[in-house]
Structures are given as C-alpha cells and as structure tokens.
C-alpha cells in the first residue's frame, strides 16, 4: 500500500536560515513525488515534482526538492527561509501505476523574523 | 485565465439529508479528483476521473458518496444520509492528464458541517 510520513507536524526556522520539510514515502514502482503548499484561506498550490532524472528538482519560490532512491525520501528544501513561507506543505506521491495520489499529513512551517 | 471553480463554499446540513457538491475544472483537463481534507489532516483520496469514466472509487469511504462527471467537464460528488463524520472540506482538482502525471490544480473547496 502507498503511504507518506511527514514526520515533523511543525518547522521553526529563522527567516535567512535553511530550511528542511522531510517526507519519506512507499509505493510500489516508480514513485512520481510532490510538494505542495497551503496558505491560509488560500487553496493547494504545487511546488515542485520530482517524475524522473536528476534528483535535485527545483520548483516556485525558490524551493527545492532532494529524491533519495535508497533511503525512500523526498526532502523540500530552501537554502534562506522567508516569513512569507509560513504555510502548511504537503507531501504527495502516486506510483505503481495507479492514479490515486497519497498525500501526508502536513508539517506547519513558521518562520520567524 | 479561470482555475478550478466549487460550489458552494459552505454548506452546512442536518444529519440524514443528501447533500450535493459541484465542481468546475479547468477547461480541456482530461484528470478529475475528489478528495475529503480532515480538519489538521492531509486531503485523502476519494476518486479519480479521466473524462467522463471513473477509473478508481476506492477512496470512497462508503456507499453513500457518489461521484459523477457525466461530459467529462463538471463533476458532482453526492453524499446521500450525510453523518456528523463527513464533516471535511471537500476538494476538487483537475490536471491535464497523460503519462507521466501533471501536477494537480486544487480548487478552494466546500467546507462541509455536518449537524
């Protein structure tokens, strides 16, 4: 069965500093990984998508994604946080030649000024 | 130009009444989803629609929700006997379809309450 673990339910960060989402999946055959973000009152927005080739993915605002084949995990990173980033991001992943897309449960990101 | 369109926004209704929940997709997207969101959850999958056939109901959490997309635009997602527990927001998506998958484009959803 596919599933997606968020294991962080929040994220602190400073605004300037790094920041990491983790997310791990498992799925039968090859995974196609997403990331998506929630703004308050606002709908799902996409990020960035990892479907083949380099593992580094680079997506909107400036956000980028690490798939690890080994270690199943697909990390959302930023090299520099800004406040703006605060929101709810998901993790989502459709594999095994299916159409069901699976999305975890959501880590809260706050960064502070 | 127009994203996902859903109506209405709220709805709120009585135990054992059937409620009706509409979406629009953006136009000429082949791939159609519902899905229930949980308050603090991530939204969970319900079905999937590629133009008017329904390929996968297995999020379906029971035989009183239905789905349908009968010109493979609109979509309508019916829950009949509504229970306090299907209270969630409902969200639709649409994306163009084909292998490898599109990203998904969400509409802003139906907030459900259940009373």
């Known amino acids: 069965a596919q599933s997606v673990a968020q294991p962080e339910d929040q994220v602190n960060v400073a605004e300037g500093n790094p920041l990491t989402v983790k997310c791990t999946y498992s799925?039968?055959?090859?995974?196609?990984l997403f990331w998506y973000v929630q703004y308050p009152n606002r709908g799902l927005q996409f990020l960035l998508k990892?479907?083949?080739?380099?593992?580094l993915v680079k997506g909107s605002y400036g956000f980028e994604a690490e798939f690890n084949k080994s270690q199943t995990s697909f990390h959302l990173k930023k090299p520099s946080a800004l406040v703006s980033d605060s929101a709810l991001y998901f993790c989502?992943?459709?594999?095994?030649?299916?159409?069901?897309?699976?999305f975890g449960a959501g880590t809260r990101l706050f960064v502070k000024a | 130009g127009a994203g996902v369109s859903q109506s209405p926004r709220y709805k709120v209704a009585k135990r054992g009444q059937d409620v009706a929940l509409r979406c629009d997709p953006i136009?000429?997207?082949?791939?159609l989803f519902w899905y229930q969101q949980a308050l603090g959850q991530g939204p969970e999958f319900l079905t999937y629609?590629?133009?008017?056939?329904?390929?996968?109901k297995s999020g379906l959490p029971s035989d009183r929700f239905f789905a349908e997309r009968p010109e493979g635009s609109v979509s309508t997602l019916k829950i009949q006997r509504t229970q306090q527990e299907d209270s969630a927001v409902y969200l639709c998506?649409?994306?163009?379809?084909?292998?490898?998958?599109?990203?998904?484009?969400f509409g802003p959803g139906t907030r459900l309450t259940v009373t």
């Open positions: 998506a649409s994306s163009p379809g084909g292998t490898p998958p599109h990203e998904q484009y």
């Open positions: 989502a992943v459709r594999g095994g030649g299916g159409f069901k897309t699976i």
């Open positions: 136009s000429g997207h082949v791939s």
């Open positions: 990892y479907i083949t080739g380099d593992n």
């Open positions: 629609f590629q133009n008017e056939a329904q390929l996968d």
């Open positions: 799925v039968s055959g090859n995974p196609y």
